[in-house]
């Protein structure tokens, strides 16, 4: 997939968003937070939706002492439970019939090897099967805009070498290793989004599918990593380590471009375009090989549908794959 030539772009240039609505997932904290308090600021409806009801409460009063007239709301949603993913599609699409920008935020980074609530791996079912479960039960919501956004929060780490998804373990019960589960979880991620994007244009749909990740950003999603890692990440170890980490105000900008620019195509990936990614202003960066894979993509989506129960634009997918190649859910993506 072609790379579009870097524009410089601020948000600066992001246009007033009053009358659109944003559902920003994990946005209690961090680059959620960061995300939902620059859309508010220029006037957007922003729905905090978070797993921890009471940050998510003082997130949305710190938006609001900066910004008193805001519309920022809170509602339940832990994409590790499929349950409380449609508990939040539910309250959402009865209360906002139109979603402008769906920005699926949130995300973990399991040091340990541990299931979900329905018993997929931790990562897995986190940071990508919650995310696609709620993208597809708040997709005619997305559809329904004028020009309607999926924007996939995802990392540099799904272009290494042992990111390549193994449908015969989605549950990485032969072997663990937290950053390979974390890299496979950001490669279903784009996978998803890339794949997503092809489907809506089959669809006829005009709403666009991106992705953006924010580089080295320092947040609290590496606090069960271990104590090297969080100390270079520490907000206090700035001065050290501000050549190649950022703030989360500065880690949401890539994620804001993807969502707010307006000369962005759909299956766009942005990043910082600084110091190996890791800092610097939004631009356009690279797609893994294998995330753009069509046949790698129609069977993930088949597992992902299978695993969760929920079936969204299927009708626009490959009739022409072999069905023999779909993994087996309970086998390979839950604990038995």
Not at 292 to 297: E, F, G, I, K, V
């Amino acid at each position: 997939m072609k790379v579009p030539e870097n524009m410089p772009w601020t948000m600066a240039q992001a246009a007033d968003q009053s009358g659109r609505v944003a559902v920003v997932t994990g946005s209690n904290t961090g680059i959620g937070l960061e995300i939902a308090r620059a859309l508010a600021a220029r006037h957007a409806t922003v729905v905090l939706a978070c797993r921890n009801q009471t940050r998510a409460a003082a997130a949305r009063d710190d938006i609001l002492a900066s910004a008193p007239d805001a519309k920022v709301f809170v509602v339940q949603l832990d994409t590790s439970s499929l349950e409380s993913v449609a508990a939040c599609a539910q309250v959402v699409r009865e209360r906002w019939p139109v979603i402008d920008l769906l920005i699926n935020n949130a995300g973990v980074m399991a040091r340990e090897h541990a299931y979900t609530v329905d018993g997929f791996e931790t990562d897995f079912g986190t940071n990508f099967l919650g995310h696609f479960a709620l993208t597809g039960r708040l997709i005619d919501a997305v559809t329904a805009a004028p020009a309607g956004r999926v924007v996939t929060v995802s990392s540099i780490t799904h272009r290494r070498r042992n990111a390549g998804l193994d449908f015969d373990d989605l549950a990485c019960e032969r072997e663990f290793d937290q950053a390979v589960a974390y890299a496979r979880s950001k490669m279903a991620s784009m996978t998803f989004m890339v794949e997503l994007q092809r489907r809506l244009t089959a669809s006829g749909a005009r709403a666009l599918s991106l992705a953006a990740h924010p580089g080295g950003v320092r947040t609290n999603i590496l606090q069960q990593q271990n104590w090297l890692i969080q100390l270079v990440y520490h907000p206090r170890m700035t001065g050290l380590t501000g050549w190649f980490t950022q703030s989360p105000a500065d880690g949401a900008q890539p994620i804001l471009r993807a969502a707010l620019d307006p000369n962005a195509r759909g299956a766009d990936f942005f990043g910082p375009g600084g110091r190996w990614e890791l800092i610097g202003k939004p631009v356009p960066v690279a797609i893994s090989r294998r995330a753009q894979d069509p046949a790698t993509a129609t069977r993930l989506w088949r597992a992902a549908e299978e695993l969760t129960g929920v079936r969204f634009l299927h009708e626009f997918s490959r009739s022409d794959t072999d069905p023999s190649t779909s993994p087996d859910p309970d086998r390979n993506g839950r604990k038995r």
